[in-house]
Each structure stands twice: as C-alpha cells, then as structure tokens.
C-alpha cells in the first residue's frame, strides 16, 4: 500500500517475467510523486508497458527512467515516446500546462533497431527537458544512427549520448554516412551541440574512421 508515497523505486535486475506482479507495481505508483524509476532487466509484457506508459504519459516529476534489457521492441517504444513528447498548451493563453520532465532515459539492450533510432530522433526535438540517452546495445546500424546525429546536432538539450555496441561502422555503409553525421555533430559544437559525453565504442568503426572523427573532435569544445 506504502508504494503509493515512493519517489525513488529501483527494480532493476529482479528478473521479474510474471506479468501480474509487473503490473500490479505499476499501477500502484503515483504518477505525480514518481521521481526515479527503473525497471531494468526485467521482463515487460505488452500489458505491464502499456501500464507503464499512462505512468510516463501523465508524470509530473519522473525525471530518471531506467528500462535497460526490458524487451522493449518498436512498436511499444513508438507509444512510449509519444508519452514523453505529450505537451498539453492552454488554447487561450499559449501557457504550456504539461510537459514531460524526464531527463534521463536509458533504452539499453533491447530491440530498438534502425526504425525505433528514427523514432527516438523525431521525438528529441520535442523533448526539451532530456539530458541523457542511452541506447547501446540495441542492433542500430548506419541509418538510424545518422538519424540520431542528425537530430542532436545542436538542437536538442541532450549532454550524454551512449550509442556503443551498435553498427554504426558496418561495412554495407560504402558510404561511411553514420561516421560522416557523427563527425558533423561533433564539428558543429559551437552552433549548439551540448554533449559532454559520448560513447561510440564497439561499432565496427575503421582506422579511417576514427581518423575523420579525430579532425571533427579539433573543433569540438564541450566533450
């Protein structure tokens, strides 16, 4: 009964796979007292993330959410990224009355593939308020990785990117056009590029690669 007054709840780890006590937990938190959620390493049914995006959709001071290695897959993250840039604006006034507060959001080690990387990047210019994205481990090749950098690329509030153990590098990319938006962003600091930690590990990249990120991080003054 106490879980209703929780701010900070961390389950991660817990292996939970039983549907009902996913969604039990959930539906006992309070959405305008959650501050810190992770739910991490757990199994999230459609049901329980369906639960858990009312949560995210009406929270008022959710700022950490931690769904790292929940089975999360594109469709389910599509309806969660829409709770997340939900931003209700009075008619009569312009006043903004909700706007999700989230900061930090990891997405690490699910099925995010190069069409979720897309959908999280049309969604970041909606969310002023995210500071931190992790998405490592998530089978992201060149295209969606290009669809990330690009829409980081100073305009948007995100300070720390985690895009290691993807395929940003991979070799049917003739065109090196991941490694060239990476380059660019991180060229491009001084007209609005906020990040202050980056992680591209393990992604296949070349020496000639590195190379071309190298001469970008020359004019780069936040990382």
């Known amino acids: 009964v106490g879980v209703m007054y929780i701010r900070h709840l961390d389950l991660s780890n817990n292996r939970i796979h039983s549907e009902r006590t996913s969604c039990e937990i959930l539906k006992k938190l309070n959405p305008f007292l959650i501050q810190k959620l992770d739910m991490s390493k757990n199994r999230l049914t459609p049901k329980s993330f ?12 959710l700022i950490n959410l931690g769904l790292e290695e929940s089975q999360i897959r594109t469709p ?8 997340i840039t939900r931003v209700e604006i009075c008619p009569a006034t312009d006043v903004v009355l909700y706007e999700c507060p ?6 690490a080690g699910n099925y995010i593939d190069d069409d ?9 210019a909606k969310c002023k308020n995210l500071l931190s994205l992790d998405l490592s481990w998530n089978n992201i090749r060149n295209q969606g990785a290009v669809s990330v950098f690009d829409a980081i690329n100073g305009k948007t509030s995100i300070e720390s990117l985690d895009m290691g153990y993807n395929a940003i ?10 490694v060239k938006a990476l380059a660019n962003m991180l060229s491009e600091s001084d007209d ?6 980056l992680n591209v590990s393990h992604n296949q990249m070349t020496a000639s690669d590195c190379a071309v990120i190298g001469k970008a991080l020359e004019s780069n003054h936040t990382l």
Do not use: F, P, W, Y
Not at 102 to 107: Q, R
Not at 169 to 178: C, F, H, L, P, V
Not at 192 to 197: A, D, E, K, P, V
């Open 192 to 197: 609005g590029c906020s990040l202050t930690h």
């Open 169 to 178: 590098g991979t070799i049917t990319d003739t065109e090196r056009s991941a």
């Open 116 to 124: 979720g990387a897309e959908a999280v990047a049309k969604a970041l």
């Open 50 to 61: 369906n639960i858990l995006i009312d949560l995210v959709g009406e929270a008022t001071n």
């Open 102 to 107: 989230l900061k930090v959001l990891n997405l």
């Open 76 to 83: 389910s993250l599509k309806k969660l990224l829409q709770a």
